[in-house]
């Protein structure tokens, strides 16, 4: 994208010009997002011991639903809903960031990161007038990488983003909650099962991370291989 400002006042505000900022912003963020991919990683890799034995450490290095769910017998509401929420909450600035300081460099880099989420990348280019609502909802239901960095590029404002995202994530937390607590013997069963036989689901799970990491890196696809390509993709 050039740096020049275009003079159409009805062009998509994604192709505003880069917003200029401190040569340290990019290297700060790409190394919150490399921090909460290794935190991700090391939580898939241990699951199996933390699950039983330290539930909270388990959901503040990954907070997915299965282990929101799956820590449900062994943890308090308050604690989950404390911790889980930050750990969710995490990552939503970094891509918001991403998106409101890159605009079209940013898209361009998330198409290739993030390729399930083209059609997001070709509504937002559309510049369709209903896009704005449709955003909205999409922070409040799935605040996910591409959705907040999405946010960013579109200029939704800030305090708008973070309030939509909370609801959105303590929405999804409850509702993980709920689930753990309807199937709470069924979890408890299964939980049994991963206590009896965790060495070796330490072992396919920790060997199926490194894998998962080592092919991101050689393809370059994926989160980890385009936080390796950050710098490189956005010109700094």
Same mark, same amino acid.
């Given at each position: 994208?050039?740096?020049? @400002?275009?003079?159409?006042?009805?062009?998509?505000?994604?192709?505003?010009?880069?917003? @200029?900022? !401190?040569?340290?912003?990019?290297?700060?963020?790409?190394?919150? %997002?490399? +921090? #909460?991919?290794? /935190?991700?990683?090391?939580?898939?890799?241990?699951?199996?011991?933390?699950?039983?034995?330290?539930?909270?450490?388990?959901?503040?290095?990954? =907070?997915?639903?299965?282990?929101?769910?799956?820590?449900? !017998?062994?943890?308090? *509401?308050?604690?989950?809903?404390?911790?889980?929420?930050?750990?969710?909450? +995490?990552?939503?600035?970094?891509?918001?960031?991403?998106?409101?300081?890159?605009?079209?460099? =940013?898209?361009?880099?998330?198409?290739?990161?993030?390729?399930?989420?083209? $059609?997001? *990348?070709?509504?937002?280019?559309?510049?369709?007038?209903? *896009?704005?609502?449709?955003?909205?909802?999409?922070?409040? %239901?799935?605040?996910?990488?591409?959705?907040?960095?999405? /946010?960013?590029?579109?200029?939704?404002?800030? &305090?708008? *983003?973070? @309030?939509? /995202?909370?609801?959105? @994530? %303590?929405?999804?937390?409850?509702?993980?909650?709920? %689930?753990?607590?309807?199937?709470?013997? $069924?979890?408890?069963?299964?939980?049994?099962?991963? +206590?009896?036989? $965790?060495?070796? #689901?330490? &072992?396919?799970?920790?060997?199926?991370?490194?894998?998962?990491?080592?092919? $991101? #890196?050689?393809?370059?696809?994926?989160?980890?291989?385009?936080?390796?390509?950050?710098?490189?993709?956005?010109?700094?």
């Amino acid at each position: 994208m050039d740096d020049e @400002t275009s003079s159409d006042p009805g062009e998509p505000s994604h192709t505003a010009p880069v917003r @200029t900022h !401190p040569r340290w912003v990019l290297p700060a963020i790409g190394a919150g %997002i490399v +921090a #909460l991919v290794i /935190a991700n990683n090391v939580g898939n890799a241990a699951w199996a011991s933390w699950i039983n034995e330290r539930p909270l450490l388990l959901v503040s290095m990954n =907070a997915s639903n299965k282990y929101l769910i799956g820590t449900t !017998p062994n943890t308090g *509401f308050w604690e989950v809903m404390v911790v889980g929420t930050a750990r969710l909450m +995490a990552p939503d600035p970094l891509f918001y960031a991403l998106g409101y300081l890159y605009r079209d460099r =940013a898209v361009h880099w998330a198409r290739r990161v993030f390729p399930a989420s083209g $059609q997001l *990348f070709d509504a937002l280019e559309s510049g369709e007038g209903s *896009f704005a609502r449709l955003l909205d909802a999409l922070v409040v %239901i799935m605040p996910n990488n591409p959705v907040c960095l999405v /946010a960013g590029v579109s200029g939704m404002r800030f &305090a708008r *983003f973070v @309030t939509l /995202a909370l609801v959105g @994530t %303590i929405g999804r937390i409850v509702l993980m909650r709920w %689930i753990g607590v309807v199937f709470t013997d $069924q979890i408890e069963d299964l939980l049994e099962v991963v +206590a009896r036989y $965790q060495r070796w #689901l330490l &072992a396919a799970s920790g060997l199926a991370v490194v894998g998962y990491v080592f092919w $991101q #890196l050689r393809s370059h696809t994926g989160l980890v291989g385009g936080v390796e390509d950050l710098e490189e993709e956005f010109g700094e």
